[in-house]
Nanobody, 116 residues
């Protein structure tokens, strides 16, 4: 059974930091590209960051470059999103995504709220 379970969301003040985690199971994690998406209320889902199966520096949407860092631990089937200098416009539900060819899996999401 494939599972992607996000954690680490919450309420944070502007300028603060959060670290999201996504624990994967039920598929060969180390062969999949992993991505984080987000969806704000009333908005379309947006790709935030991605990292290929072997790791590396990742790719980012322009609005988070220099503030967010994606990383992965293939030994523990986990992908992370370190979010620094958070802004109110980062408020959204953040979703973990795994993709390899036609195989695509989603987590249920974790809420991130940036507010004073």
């Amino acid at each position: 059974q494939v599972q992607l379970v996000e954690s680490g969301g919450g309420l944070v003040q502007p300028g603060g930091s959060l670290r999201l985690s996504c624990l994967a199971s039920g598929f060969p994690f180390n062969r999949y590209t992993m991505r984080w998406y987000r969806q704000a209320a009333g908005q379309n889902r947006e790709l935030v960051a991605g990292i290929v199966s072997t790791g590396g520096t990742g790719d980012y949407v322009d609005s988070v470059k220099g503030r967010f860092t994606i990383s992965r631990d293939n030994a523990n089937n986990t992908v992370y999103l370190q979010m620094n200098s958070l802004k109110p416009e980062d408020t959204a539900v953040y979703y973990c995504n795994a993709v390899k060819g036609a195989y695509v899996y989603w987590g249920r999401g974790t809420q991130v709220t940036v507010s004073s």
